[in-house]
């Protein structure tokens, strides 16, 4: 019985030798988390990226500028590889907007286009305000005509919670409110901002026209806006007038950038954040941020690598993502570039969702991998992390990745204030905190050179090692 | 012994008696107290001033829209004499403004015009920034032509009090910026907005020209600016460009409106809030909740003169202030129509600094009529208010009644965050605690109604009474 006891616990400790981080990788990791809590790369990288460039819409002057910058400053932090990966992409910018009630209480709406939408024309549009609650309630309106040449108001709220998990339901109406208004013959969509303040900053965000032939132009209000506009309804009827106006090209050129830390086989992580913002902040919380933790995260471990001479396992690859914002155009010409690359990629994850201290970890790992998920966070748990489900995203630009099968893990962040500077001008670099930024250089070191060193992978094995 | 002592105490009640609030008026002052803590005309006031007119720029056809809605609402409220009392002034209004760090880091940034600005003329100005920590460093700078086409900037922050101290000291660079700079040949002057916010808001406020021959544009840059501007300027030179168009008119009208409450005698109880705003918000807490604080407060005192059909001793009137904000215009005219009745003012108060709690009673009464001050603060006491000193200003628009001798009191509200949103867009009326409003009713309510029915008032007695 001992004897068949110990065979037994032989056998799984081969089976758990396949699937462990060496106490030596993770030593290692410990020392990248601690050295990390001090970095100041980090918010060095975003403070360069949001002083000398500001605001870099997809596909931009101003975007290509930062490209510049950023080939420039990883060349000079000692990274190898470092490229631009270009693409082309379709453009828009806004030009002008203008709101105000005309009647009965004449006076201006602070609003903001939505990225994607077709401008009023000259002269713009006026009409009678129609208001929903909800999207859901604009979408069970009749197609009776009662709308035909309204402005559709969709009014719904967003919850604020620590994950960001209201975002989803909110975010629907940011198409949906042009498209369910077109449908029964609106003339323009105005919605709530997607967001969760009460300061007078209307949200940006793309949205997209789902028929072609039935574009109407939209605006997000600010909350005060939104409130103002709602109450005037409450004692009559109110007629807006938009007037908006954007710019268009067909084709422009964008582009990923992207360096490296080259390991010893030609296997990848791939780590970073999106280089792109909206127009009307500097970009600092989305994606300043998530530039400057991995950029932090990956010169800890190069100098880390400089230092022992000795190459991590992997290649990590660093990528500032393009053009995410307009649609994940990035993400998508790098899985389509590298697209007989992505078995070798081991790993993905992003960092996009602000400054704030990372409190989880969620993973996307082969279920015969699930083990690696407790030793990561045994590393990550001095941090304050936690460990998550096994459902990741990874981040919006390594979504084609992980659909590809690579694996992926969410560092999550404390979004509990994120959505009040989501995609508006308060979106700058003051408002982010360097010691929580710092923190999150740290788990991201930690965890980065975890993915690049656990022998095995995090993949599903295509057949079970016992078999040999 | 005992004879004598008798004697001097039934001397000092006498003298007491003179500076006495009856017994019967303290308990209705209470009584009136506890109502206006359930108070809704004040914030129904609010509500309605920033919703039917918005912004009402002094001057403006807004604020014109503003009186006649005052008007038809004080009519409606049951008030007596309701009119308004015109007056005309010169009119400033901002057309446009426009800032951009030219070179090395092209990029917009966020200003505003401060009021009575001249424009930058068509192409605007450009110029080198010359950064001054404070106004003091800048009034310090040499006369020595160095500021020549140099654009100054004055980065002066202000402190965060409850009583709001540190406006004082912040506020002189918005006049002193573009006046000092002037002197030694600047293009233009930008500030740090007066503000202890770290949102994307310019604050805008009004300027004065010292010369009339040396002129130059003045704009405030919101804080994340103002913080962009000086870490773009510790890399290098910077370029800013400005072009900002304004028109102004030589005259136009605007007024003050005026309701009552009729008393048994010709003295007169004045309060009241100021009725225009500026441009970029809907002036909510500046000063909608003074306007609503004041209605309110006075509403409440009406029914309760209708309930017992007693009048109060005195006439209080409520005054909606025209063109504060432009330069006490309206508490100007008030004073100069109302010059021979500047002796029946038995007291005045303004109350235009949000709508947070009152905290503390300042007062400015005659010496011998002090111990009415702890009369008074014994009924206030049960909202919360402490007694403060006897240097009060009253408030903006009753400084001139108070420089003619009209005793006056500034009911003091906790100002922690009223810098943050003043002269702003963000002033708006979510920005209102409806509780926190009512309190300001209840005890304006209880001082006015003390105010206008303590016999022989509040001046210092021209005659020791006790020599008649
Ligand atoms: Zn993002
Ligand atoms: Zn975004
Ligand atoms: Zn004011
Ligand atoms: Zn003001």
Chains 1, 2 share one sequence.
Not at 31 to 40: I, K, N, T
Not at 105 to 131: K, M, Y
């Amino acid at each position: 019985m001992k004897r068949l006891l110990l065979a037994a616990s032989a056998l799984c400790l081969t089976a758990a030798q396949a699937q462990t981080i060496p106490d030596e990788v993770r030593e290692e990791a410990e020392a990248l988390l601690e050295a990390g809590m001090e970095d100041s790369v980090g918010y060095e990288t975003v403070k360069q990226l949001t002083t000398r460039v500001g605001a870099r819409l997809g596909g931009s002057e101003a975007e290509e500028r930062a490209r510049e910058w950023a080939e420039g400053y990883l060349e000079e932090l000692g990274f190898s590889n470092v490229r631009t990966e270009t693409f082309t992409m379709p453009y828009w910018e806004r030009s002008y907007e203008y709101a105000a009630i005309e009647t009965p209480f004449p006076q201006e709406l602070e609003i903001t286009a939505l990225g994607g939408s077709i401008g009023t024309g000259r002269g713009g549009v006026s009409g009678e305000v129609v208001r929903f609650e909800s999207l859901d309630d604009l979408i069970e309106a009749p197609m009776d005509g009662s709308l035909r040449g309204k402005i559709v108001f969709v009014d719904e709220g967003m919850t604020r919670t620590q994950d960001g998990s209201g975002y989803g339901v909110a975010v629907r109406k940011r198409s949906g409110a042009a498209n369910e208004g077109a449908k029964r013959g609106a003339a323009a969509a105005l919605i709530r901002s997607v967001g969760t303040d009460r300061h007078r900053f209307p949200h940006t965000g793309a949205m997209r026209y789902a028929d072609e032939d039935a574009k109407i132009p939209a605006a997000a209000l600010s909350f005060p806006d939104a409130e103002q506009l709602a109450r005037a309804m409450e004692l009559g009827p109110v007629t807006v007038s938009l007037d908006i106006g954007v710019k268009t090209k067909r084709e422009v050129t964008s582009g990923n950038v992207i360096a490296e830390i080259k390991g010893q086989t030609d296997e990848i992580v791939v780590i970073g954040g999106h280089l792109d913002s909206w127009d009307l902040g500097t970009g600092a919380i989305d994606d300043g941020a998530g530039v400057g933790i991995t950029t932090g995260a990956a010169k800890l471990i190069l100098d880390h690598v400089s230092e022992t001479g000795e190459k991590p396992l992997r290649t990590i690859r660093l990528v500032y993502w393009g053009a995410e914002e307009v649609g994940l155009l990035g993400a998508r010409a790098y899985a389509e570039a590298h697209r007989d690359e992505l078995p070798l990629h081991a790993m993905a994850a992003e960092s996009d969702f602000g400054a704030r201290e990372i409190w989880q970890m969620d993973t996307r790992f082969g279920e015969d991998k699930l083990p690696l998920r407790q030793q990561m966070i045994r590393v990550l748990a001095r941090a304050g992390v936690a460990l998550g489900n096994n459902q990741a995203s990874g981040g919006p630009d390594v979504s084609p990745l992980a659909a590809a099968g690579v694996p992926v893990v969410t560092l999550r962040q404390n979004g509990w204030d994120y959505f009040d500077l989501h995609h508006t001008a308060d979106d700058t670099l003051d408002k982010i905190d360097e010691d929580e930024l710092a923190q999150n250089v740290a788990v991201y070191a930690a965890f980065t050179w975890m993915a690049a060193n656990t022998p095995g992978g995090f993949r599903a094995q295509a057949q079970p090692q016992a078999s040999e």
